[in-house]
T-cell receptor, first 113, second 112 residues
Framework: NAGVTQTPKFRVLKTGQSMTLLCAQD?????MYWYRQDPGMGLRLIHY???????AKGEVPDGYNVSRLKKQNFLLGLESAAPSQTSVYFC????????????FGPGTRLTVL | GESVGLHLPTLSVQEGDNSIINCAYS??????FIWYKQESGKGPQFIID?????DKRQGQRVTVLLNKTVKHLSLQIAATQPGDSAVYFC???????????FGKGTRLSVIA
């Protein structure tokens, strides 16, 4: 049981390039989330999903898109990367019932030059 | 090194002492609270949770206290060890389906 995994672990992009971050969970969780974490800012929610085929905006959605085509995967896309998107990105998941606790992946460190 | 949490409040404790980390939450209707630990370069890790119908819950070396009157949550770590050095933050859940609201965090530094 790997829990929540994220790919890649590190990435450097040039301004204007695009990329996709992959989150996968093997716990059969309904809910999945994408956060960014910057110094002194704590965790900020980008987008989330309450089930396969559904997505919703979080606190800081601009410049990002997401897709949840399969229950176990949640993709975060940057269409045209900007230096302001330099951050550490975390994915999390939780079950539909029983607990509100989210379980986090190890993170992806993204640098946009 | 990890740059997350660069300007966080810091609590320094001697190894073996007890640590108390505090959190003020925002919504009196929140029904579920969680403490996370985040070590340098890693994702947040679940420590302990508590529902709003409780005022205390104990785990292994950790205790969470909830004071709904003043909207305050605390995490107590007994016999603090060097491995406890990390950023700790609380999270509150307003209702079953809403995303968690996370606090900014406190850095715990254990002095050997």
């Amino acid at each position: 049981n790997a829990g929540v995994t994220q790919t890649p672990k590190f990435r450097v992009l040039k301004t204007g390039q695009s990329m996709t971050l992959l989150c996968a969970q093997d716990m059969n969780h309904e809910y999945m989330y994408w956060y960014r974490q910057d110094p002194g800012m704590g965790l900020r929610l980008i987008h989330y999903s309450v089930g396969e085929g559904t997505t919703a905006k979080g606190e800081v959605p601009d410049g990002y898109n997401v897709s949840r085509l399969k229950k176990q995967n949640f993709l975060l896309g940057l269409e045209s990367a900007a230096p302001s998107q330099t951050s550490v990105y975390f994915c999390a998941s939780r079950p539909l019932y029983g607990t509100a606790t989210q379980y986090f992946g190890p993170g992806t460190r993204l640098t946009v030059l | 090194g990890e740059s997350v949490g660069l300007h966080l409040p810091t609590l320094s404790v001697q190894e073996g002492d007890n640590s108390i980390i505090n959190c003020a939450y925002s919504n009196s209707a929140s029904d579920y609270f969680i403490w996370y630990k985040q070590e340098s370069g890693k994702g947040p890790q679940f420590i302990i949770d508590i529902r709003s119908n409780m005022d205390k819950r104990q785990g292994q070396r950790v205790t969470v206290l909830l004071n709904k009157t003043v909207k305050h949550l605390s995490l107590q770590i007994a016999a603090t060890q060097p491995g406890d050095s990390a950023v700790y933050f609380c999270a509150e859940n307003l209702s079953g389906n809403t995303p968690l609201v996370f606090g900014k965090g406190t850095r715990l530094s254990v002095i050997a």
